[in-house]
């Protein structure tokens, strides 16, 4: 029924983008990879469970013990989101495809959306399968001993929002360099110089620049507040608003540039 009210060129231009995306074996791999090491993960979590552990759980992120592994797939989620992101859009000037892309869908604002909003739904069905069944996993194998908290729904919950952000922002620094490489050296440039930057701005006694960044928005918004009292790491909600202003101006200023200039 929803499908009835929606016109029949945003479908085709969806569903283009979609069979862009889900008919490469490497991006079918990919996800399958990622999903199978994130129940693994989760599984063994659960079989290493101790009640002790409550508070380890519930951060997942940067700590020890067993929720290393777990953590580890949650945070390739997100990076795997931003590179799919950035091949996804990149590669259509790589390959040289877009101007056949835009002859099927001439309206360049239609395409735009299309592209971003697959490749966001895309990823985020992938993720929510890997916590779904990584949560499954992880109450199966630890029995009682493993309580289904609000917090750990806060986790997936944040990390499903970041995966969304970092996928717009990867397929808009696509369109924004015109290579999926210069896109993904970008985002990694990033997550190197931030941290320096965190450092040196705390040093010169304006440590709160660095709520203001991707990155600490990121870790603020995947971990729900459980790094808060951290002098780099934005507080969840804030972090949360700082992650979509970063997302939307990057897709701003990407529609901004593919809409006005040549394929």
């Given at each position: 029924?929803?499908?009835?009210?929606?016109?029949?060129?945003?479908?085709?231009?969806?569903?283009?983008?979609?069979?862009?995306?889900?008919s490469?074996?490497?991006?079918?791999?990919?996800?399958?990879?990622?999903?199978?090491?994130?129940?693994?993960?989760?599984?063994?979590?659960?079989?290493?469970?101790?009640?002790?552990?409550?508070?380890?759980?519930?951060?997942?992120?940067?700590?020890?013990?067993?929720?290393i592994a777990?953590?580890?797939?949650?945070?390739?989620a997100?990076?795997?989101?931003?590179?799919?992101?950035?091949?996804?859009s990149?590669d259509?000037?790589?390959?040289g495809?877009l101007?056949?892309?835009?002859?099927?869908?001439?309206?360049?604002n239609?395409?735009?959306?299309?592209?971003l909003?697959?490749?966001?739904?895309?990823?985020?069905?992938?993720?929510?399968?890997?916590?779904?069944?990584?949560?499954?996993?992880?109450?199966l194998?630890?029995?009682?001993?493993?309580?289904?908290?609000?917090?750990?729904?806060?986790?997936?919950?944040?990390?499903?929002?970041?995966?969304?952000?970092?996928?717009?922002i990867g397929?808009?620094l696509?369109?924004?360099?015109?290579?999926?490489?210069q896109?993904?050296?970008?985002?990694?440039?990033v997550a190197?110089?931030?941290?320096?930057?965190?450092i040196?701005?705390?040093a010169?006694?304006?440590?709160?620049?660095?709520?203001?960044?991707?990155?600490?928005?990121t870790?603020?918004?995947?971990?729900?507040?459980?790094?808060?009292?951290?002098?780099?790491?934005?507080?969840?909600?804030?972090?949360i608003?700082?992650l979509?202003?970063?997302?939307?101006?990057?897709?701003a200023?990407?529609?901004?540039?593919?809409?006005?200039?040549?394929?």
């Amino acid at each position: 029924m929803i499908l009835d009210v929606v016109p029949d060129s945003v479908l085709r231009a969806a569903d283009s983008e979609f069979r862009k995306i889900t008919s490469l074996r490497v991006n079918r791999r990919v996800a399958g990879v990622l999903v199978g090491y994130g129940v693994v993960a989760f599984a063994i979590m659960g079989l290493s469970f101790e009640p002790a552990d409550a508070a380890v759980r519930d951060r997942f992120l940067f700590t020890t013990g067993s929720a290393i592994a777990p953590g580890l797939a949650l945070l390739a989620a997100v990076v795997l989101a931003a590179v799919l992101g950035a091949v996804a859009s990149g590669d259509e000037y790589r390959l040289g495809s877009l101007g056949l892309s835009a002859l099927f869908t001439p309206d360049r604002n239609l395409l735009f959306g299309a592209k971003l909003g697959v490749t966001a739904a895309v990823s985020l069905v992938v993720t929510l399968g890997l916590e779904v069944l990584g949560g499954a996993a992880l109450l199966l194998f630890g029995r009682d001993r493993v309580p289904l908290t609000a917090n750990l729904l806060a986790i997936f919950g944040g990390v499903a929002f970041a995966v969304i952000c970092w996928s717009i922002i990867g397929a808009a620094l696509g369109f924004l360099l015109r290579t999926p490489v210069q896109a993904i050296a970008a985002m990694i440039a990033v997550a190197v110089i931030e941290p320096l930057v965190w450092i040196t701005a705390r040093a010169v006694g304006f440590g709160g620049l660095a709520n203001i960044l991707p990155i600490s928005a990121t870790v603020g918004a995947m971990t729900n507040g459980a790094y808060a009292k951290g002098a780099f790491i934005a507080p969840t909600p804030a972090a949360i608003a700082v992650l979509l202003i970063w997302t939307g101006g990057a897709a701003a200023a990407a529609w901004w540039f593919f809409t006005r200039r040549d394929l």
